[in-house]
């Protein structure tokens, strides 16, 4: 079966650190660029960073910039999220999101069942 | 950034409504336009994208239009199964920003 399947969601107090992970399946894992997308409770989606294929390209959102890093080990089909520095208002179901090409256009086409961050003392 | 805004921001229609949800962008994005699906607890589904295009097993009920800074997602004729939230999202620049969501609610 072709999943992603988002693991180390946990309550941290603020200021603390987490590490996410995302493990992929059922596809070429190290053909496909990845996002981290979160959507905080009761609340809309949130793009918060992207990672190439190949890891060399990476992007994030002024919300996380410098304080969270994207990663992936292609031959353990894993992508991760390093949280640090976390804030009340990280607090968010974390998904990880494959991305689909069409054309020049890209998409996401596969998503995780989330896992869930509390930041909260 | 790229400002993605959605009308309405909720929606009450009934079985067998045509629905339609707009989308704009703060400035052209061309047709790197993608919309999503979430139901309650669950994580959100691809219909459309690049403006356009119907992802594979997704219902010919729902349709999407538009280029450069509006774009709509309409359903033809509104299923039980429907009724949920709906984003769009732009891919063209990061960050790669999603609208606030359509609430779409049985009437």
């Known amino acids: 079966e072709v999943q992603v399947v988002e693991s180390g969601g946990d309550l941290v107090q603020p200021g603390g650190s987490l590490r996410l992970s995302c493990a992929a399946s059922?596809?070429?894992?190290?053909?496909?660029?990845v996002n981290w997308v979160r959507q905080a409770p009761g609340k809309g989606l949130e793009w918060i960073s992207y990672?190439?294929?190949?890891?060399?390209?990476?992007y994030y959102a002024d919300s996380v910039k410098g304080r969270f890093t994207i990663s992936r080990d292609n031959a353990k089909n894993s992508l991760y999220l390093q949280m640090n520095s976390l804030r009340d208002e990280d607090t968010a179901v974390y998904y990880c999101?494959?991305?689909?090409?069409?054309?020049?256009?890209?998409?996401?086409?596969?998503w995780g069942r989330g896992t869930l961050v509390t930041v909260s003392s | 950034d790229i400002q993605m805004t959605q009308s309405p921001s909720s929606l009450s229609a009934s079985v067998g409504d045509r629905v339609t949800i707009t989308c704009r962008a703060s400035?052209?994005?061309?047709?790197?336009l993608n919309w999503y699906q979430q139901k309650p607890g669950k994580a959100p589904n691809l219909l459309i994208y690049?403006?356009?295009r119907l992802q594979s097993g997704v219902p010919s009920r729902f349709s999407g239009s538009g280029s450069g800074t509006d774009f709509t997602l309409t359903i033809s004729t509104l299923q039980p199964e429907d009724f949920a939230t709906y984003y769009c999202?732009?891919?063209?620049?990061?960050?790669?920003?999603f609208g606030q969501g359509t609430k779409l609610e049985i009437k």
């Open positions: 999101a494959r991305v689909g090409v069409w054309d020049l256009s890209w998409y996401i086409d596969l």
């Open positions: 990672i190439s294929s190949s890891g060399f390209t990476i």
């Open positions: 059922g596809f070429t894992f190290s053909s496909y660029e």
């Open positions: 999202q732009q891919s063209y620049s990061t960050p790669y920003t």
């Open positions: 690049a403006a356009s």
């Open positions: 400035q052209s994005i061309s047709s790197y």
